[in-house]
């Protein structure tokens, strides 16, 4: 089997999850939104639904498709913690993150939701690039 | 407002972001090391689904309203602001620094690992930082 077919596949019903929910609530399918939205409201009832359905989408490919689980981040949890705060700030400050802006941004053609994800792509990338030189080839 | 719909959006999802590998943080960030070695799944995983909103959405904008709400809900603003570019910067370097952004880490609770609850755990503590520190940092 082509090795790009699951990836391709999982990104169609990225696609798809965002576009249903356009086309019945109206909303974007942003996760740091929702995510937030979830415990800070307004209108938590959808937005609790939306990630229990993430969670059981997870259960879906794990425990009744059987595809295995990743394992664990190699990352020291002060990294971790670091990186968290940074996303949950960002993604706040930024209005969106890579679904917010870049699946559901990109489709709408929003000049923000472009600006936003080649930027944070960068910064991903550059990021990368900058832990790995601190941490040297073994890495 | 009727709020079922969300979960039938919310599988979709989770199926998507676990099928695909992007709850798999070591994948992430191979995506992201284009000077390493480079992964490049996650173009596939992007473009399959920015393809299918790029094509779909018009169509469902053109409706008067969405089928089961009274209007659609979208972000009004279309300026770009320092708060827009200096958030994305920080959600940037902190998804390079562990491969994690919001929906594969909230997915990746079930795995159990204390790397993911902690993470999660930090992304509401940032997100409730927010308020105070996004002023700070970018007054609008």
Not at chain 1, 14 to 21: N, Q, V
Not at chain 1, 22 to 44: D, F, K, N, Q, Y
Not at chain 1, 99 to 118: D, I, K, N, Q
Not at chain 2, 118 to 123: E, G
Request: hydrophobic share 50%; aromatic share 8%.
């Amino acid at each position: 089997m082509n090795a790009y077919l699951m990836p391709l596949t999982g990104g169609v019903l990225l696609g798809l999850s965002a576009m249903w929910l356009l086309l019945s609530l109206g909303r974007i399918a942003g996760i740091s939104g929702i995510a937030w939205g979830s415990l800070a409201g307004p209108e938590r009832v959808w937005r609790t639904l939306f990630l229990m359905g993430l969670l059981l989408g997870g259960l879906l490919t794990h425990n009744v498709m059987g595809q295995p689980v990743p394992a664990e981040s190699t990352a020291p949890l002060w990294l971790i913690v670091t990186s968290g705060l940074l996303v949950g700030l960002g993604t706040r400050m930024g209005g969106g993150c890579t679904s917010g802006h870049g699946v559901c941004g990109l489709g709408r053609r929003s000049p923000r939701s472009l600006v936003a994800t080649l930027t944070f792509m960068t910064l991903g990338v550059i990021t990368v690039f900058v832990m790995q030189s601190l941490m040297g080839a073994s890495a | 407002m009727r709020a079922w719909p969300a979960l039938i959006s919310g599988v979709l999802f989770g199926l998507g972001l676990t099928l695909s590998g992007m709850s798999d943080p070591a994948k992430v960030l191979g995506f992201l090391n284009i000077t390493g070695a480079w992964i490049p799944d996650l173009i596939f995983v992007m473009g399959g689904a920015v393809v299918v909103t790029f094509l779909i959405t018009p169509l469902v904008t053109a409706r008067e309203a969405p089928l089961l709400a009274s209007a659609f809900s979208l972000p009004g603003k279309q300026l770009l602001d320092r708060r827009l570019v200096g958030g994305a910067v920080l959600f940037g370097i902190g998804w390079g620094l562990s491969g994690y952004c919001p929906g594969p880490a909230l997915v990746s609770l079930l795995y159990g690992y204390e790397s993911t609850v902690v993470f999660c755990l930090a992304m509401f503590a940032g997100m409730a930082l927010e308020g105070p520190l996004g002023r700070l940092l970018a007054p609008s």
